[in-house]
């Protein structure tokens, strides 16, 4: 199946530095690109879209200057949590779609821990 | 809008135990279905799912069945293991959108 990666899979930083997630399709071209969250115990809660060469939608709620969303290309999306607060710290999922079909392909997930 | 609603956890069965976990939905459309694992740290795999009324998915044991009169997508399983502890997610996307909207989870511990 369809393989996508994040990096890190960890990252601890400092209140007020910014981190950068990336998510990359590996043997697949994404059309689409999904960043999610998801708290301790809860389901994933979907931040934004981002799709190859345009502007990410966000979901309401979702502050887009803190959440930097960039999809350069067809294999990579990138997420920059700005100026991150210990609130920031979360589980950071993101998943690719390609054009054949409906499926989304998960990564494994970023940690983020902002101390 | 759309949403997911699935079985409150945690869930705590024996080993060789019989599963169901229950999903409901609610859509605008004719949604497609779907069932996600995740294993502790680790992010989500697609376990099992199902494009139309009356379709069943399976796979590693485990089944659903797409129930449109009933709105319900449950999920089941004869025999469970113990490497089966994971959190479970029901979710649902719609021919006309992409993206997924994800039931709360719920958590099965099996104890051997």
């Known amino acids: 199946g369809a393989v996508v990666s994040q990096h890190p899979s960890w990252v601890i930083c400092k209140s007020g530095t910014s981190v950068k997630i990336e998510c990359r399709s590996l043997d697949f071209q994404a059309t689409t690109m999904f960043w999610y969250r998801q708290f301790p115990k809860q389901s994933l809660m979907l931040m934004a879209t981002?799709?190859?060469?345009?502007?990410?939608?966000?979901e309401q709620g979702v502050e887009k200057d803190k959440f930097l969303i960039n999809h350069a290309s067809l294999t990579l999306s990138t997420l920059t949590v700005t100026s991150a607060h210990p609130e920031d710290s979360s589980f950071y999922i993101c998943s690719a779609k390609g054009e054949r079909n409906n499926e989304q392909f998960f990564g494994p997930g970023t940690r983020l821990t902002v101390l | 809008g759309d949403s997911v609603t699935q079985m409150e956890g945690p869930v705590t069965l024996s080993e060789e135990a019989f599963l169901t976990i229950n999903c409901t939905y609610t859509a605008t459309g004719y949604p497609s279905l779907f069932w996600y694992v995740q294993y502790p740290g680790e992010g989500l795999q697609l376990l099992l799912k199902a494009t139309k009324a009356d379709d069943k998915g399976s796979n590693k044991g485990f089944e659903a069945t797409y129930r449109k009169e009933t709105t319900s997508f449950h999920l089941e399983k004869g025999s469970v293991q113990v490497s089966d502890s994971a959190v479970y997610f029901c979710?649902?996307?719609?021919?006309?959108?992409?993206?997924?909207?994800f039931g709360s989870g719920t958590q099965l511990t099996v104890l051997p």
């Open positions: 979710a649902l996307t719609l021919s006309s959108a992409r993206q997924l909207t």
């Open positions: 981002s799709n190859e060469g345009s502007k990410a939608t966000y």
